[in-house]
């Protein structure tokens, strides 16, 4: 695939833009987003991808635990709610998406089955992969940029297809996605990076992301299923 985005990140810094387009990119590249009219983003943070979303889909919802989180001035339908339990009926939504949260689950199973039921079988996961060799949010916590939650429980790309089996998705597509911590290195360690560089190294992170192997050991699991 192509490490020059097709989806419009304009605005976004070098860290924020290189850590949701990571994310982002396989459901842009294969049109997963085209023609819903409903999302429902589980553990929405501070509504980057909500708001990414409410530009393009109809009826964008976003639920958290943690309602400090949210940022109130985006103007974006928000539910304080837990993923283990979700307060709607079955089928509300036409996909559910939720990038790095699946981690700090208590429960990951069930909020799997909460998420498919709500969505009816169509899903955008995002989640670290524990083959990384790199632990960003470890090496973050040694610099004091980041507080480690109390829960985080990294799959490989093995054990999510089986929690998704398991769940009962059965259509799914999981892929191996970024090497470079640019996210971290610009917004915590406050990197300059000149623009040249930059397109250099996305242009190797695109060649990792193919290699045989290789490719098994990049740090985000993104997972996709049609429903």
């Known amino acids: 695939m192509d490490s020059t985005p097709s989806c419009n990140l304009a605005g976004k810094s070098l860290g924020e833009w290189h850590h949701m387009w990571v994310r ?10 085209a023609k ?20 393009r889909i109809q009826f964008a919802v976003g639920i ?18 837990d993923a283990h339990n979700l307060p709607f009926k079955n089928g ?18 069930r909020a ?18 524990k083959l990384c060799p790199v632990d960003m ?22 054990e999510l297809a089986i929690l998704l089996k398991i769940a009962g998705f059965r259509n799914y597509l999981i892929t191996t996605r970024s090497f470079l911590p640019l996210g971290w290195l610009v917004e915590h360690k406050k990197a300059k990076i000149p623009s040249a560089v930059t397109k250099i190294l996305l242009e190797i992170e695109s060649c990792l992301e193919k290699f045989p192997f290789i490719k098994n050991l990049a740090g985000v699991l993104v997972a996709l299923d049609w429903g």
């Open 24 to 33: 982002l990119k396989d459901g842009e590249q294969l049109n997963f987003f």
């Open 112 to 129: 799997l089955q909460e998420m498919r039921r709500v969505s009816l079988g169509r899903i955008y996961l995002c989640t670290p992969n």
């Open 36 to 55: 819903l009219k409903s999302i429902l983003d589980v553990g929405c943070g501070n509504g980057r991808y909500l708001k990414y979303f409410s530009k």
């Open 92 to 109: 509300c939504f036409d996909l559910f998406f939720s990038t790095d949260v699946l981690e700090h689950l208590s429960k990951p199973l």
């Open 137 to 158: 949010s470890k090496v973050a916590s040694w610099f004091g940029t980041h507080k480690r939650p109390s829960i985080e429980k990294y799959v490989t790309k093995q």
């Open 64 to 81: 958290d635990i943690n309602k400090k989180a949210f940022i109130k001035e985006l103007g974006l339908n928000f539910i304080v709610a």
